[in-house]
């Protein structure tokens, strides 16, 4: 297994993996939240448009995660002004997880909090993900609180706040 995880710098890899992200997140997320909730979320956060705009404007950047140089996942990452550090994005293709990846990606994004000079590494993840929080658990982190985000058009992000001290 040849795991690489590379910024995404380029414009046409950045339509690649928003390509990768509407497939997992309708994958993923039946039995979670709604198919609208779905497309409501694919356009708002993880449309090519709305990444451009993350990375241009808000502060974040993306990891492009590839096996064998295939695209299998991505990372979405974003430095606060204070010790905290934004793990927004962890997502994997279906097909490859269980193999150890999730560890590595991981790793990456601890590695780049330490190169922030950040101390704490934080994320949300919907309160029924119930693998994503027992791999986050398992992990190291830890359950700080619950979210409930109004994010228009009727929908609201139902989350646990989870961080890890590095
Ligand atoms: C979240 C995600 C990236 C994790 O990747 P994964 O390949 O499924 O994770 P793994 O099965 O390799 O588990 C990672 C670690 O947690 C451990 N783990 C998994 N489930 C566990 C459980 N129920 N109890 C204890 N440990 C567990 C694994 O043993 C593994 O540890 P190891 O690498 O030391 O062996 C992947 O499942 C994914 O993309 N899911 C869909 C998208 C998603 O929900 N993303 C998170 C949104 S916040």
Known sequence: MSIEISKVEMDEELREVADLAAEIWRECFPGIISAE???YMIE????????????SNQGYSYLA??????????IGIKPEDDEHFFL???YLCADKRGKG???????????????SGKSTVYLTVNRHNDHA???????????TRQSVADIGN???MDDYIMEYKL
């Open 65 to 74: 995660v590839r096996e064998c140089g295939k695209l299998c996942g991505y």
């Open 44 to 55: 708002k956060y993880q449309s090519y448009h709305a990444m451009t705009e993350q990375i």
């Open 88 to 90: 927004s994005k962890l």
């Open 37 to 39: 909730h779905i497309e």
């Open 101 to 115: 990846i999730a560890s590595a990606m991981l790793n990456r994004v601890f590695d780049e909090a330490r190169k």
């Open 154 to 156: 009727g929908f609201v």
């Open 133 to 143: 929080v027992d791999v986050y658990r398992k992990t190291g982190f830890i359950i």
